[in-house]
């Protein structure tokens, strides 16, 4: 037999509805501040005098369980030094569209060099704007601090930067000339989006043996 109240039962969801507590927010005008811990885009971090933590030693690409960052290392020299150490990350790329923000390169990463911010608003209209450059996720510079490359502070010591001994750049510092002939990274010079991956270590099939690789997205 047919319920009497069938037509207007459904209308019992709307009714009770009505009388909750509205959960509109206001975005983007009102941001809600997330968790102190949220995973969000990651950042590049600095040593206090301005050079750089990360040493290119690919072990967050090799940890990222979905193949989203591409390293590149190269050596310092004396004349273009951008970390304390030998190495450091010539490029550097994560792809925001294969990043599930789970924190394993964190976790990998050796120097701290690589940590995630609470940013979470990764949206965008393009493919490669979703693929973050090394320029894109450095760290700004604070105060006592001198962009690299420059040179290390004198009398110290590669693990004197991870002691906390250097705590800024040495009165005197300055920012040395760039020699690299690649291009800088941009957002403007990417690979089209029919182009094989590349990430982590993965041998770049597209970039010819000693050719510079800089200035192009490689996922
Ligand atoms: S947060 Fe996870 S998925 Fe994203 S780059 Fe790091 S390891 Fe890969
Ligand atoms: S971010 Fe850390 S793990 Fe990744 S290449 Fe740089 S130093 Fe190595």
Request: hydrophobic share 30%.
């Amino acid at each position: 037999m047919p319920n009497p109240l069938g037509p207007v039962a459904g209308f019992g969801v709307t009714f009770k509805a009505m009388f909750k507590k509205r959960l509109t927010e206001q975005y983007p005008e009102y941001k809600k501040p997330t968790a102190p811990r949220f995973h969000g885009r990651h950042q590049l971090n600095r040593h206090p005098d301005g050079l750089e933590k990360c040493i290119g030693c690919e072990l967050c690409a090799w940890a990222c369980p979905a193949d989203a960052i591409y390293v590149e290392g190269a050596d310092n020299t004396e004349e273009e030094r951008y970390s304390p150490g030998e190495r450091y990350g010539r490029v550097y790329q994560i792809n925001y569209l294969r990043c599930i923000l789970c924190g394993l390169c964190v976790e990998a990463c050796p120097t701290r060099a690589l940590t995630m911010t609470n940013e979470y608003e990764l949206a965008d209209r393009t493919r490669e704007s979703l693929i973050y450059t090394k320029e894109e996720l450095l760290v700004g510079l604070t105060e006592g601090m001198v962009d690299s490359p420059h040179a290390i502070f004198p009398g110290m010591t590669e693990k004197d930067y991870y002691r906390g001994l250097v705590t800024e750049a040495a009165p005197g510092t300055v920012q040395q000339e760039i020699h690299d002939t690649g291009t800088p990274q941009s957002s403007a010079d990417t690979f089209g989006p029919d182009e094989p991956a590349s990430a982590g270590a993965s041998p770049d099939a597209t970039t010819a043996p000693g050719e510079s690789t800089e200035g192009v997205k490689h996922q």
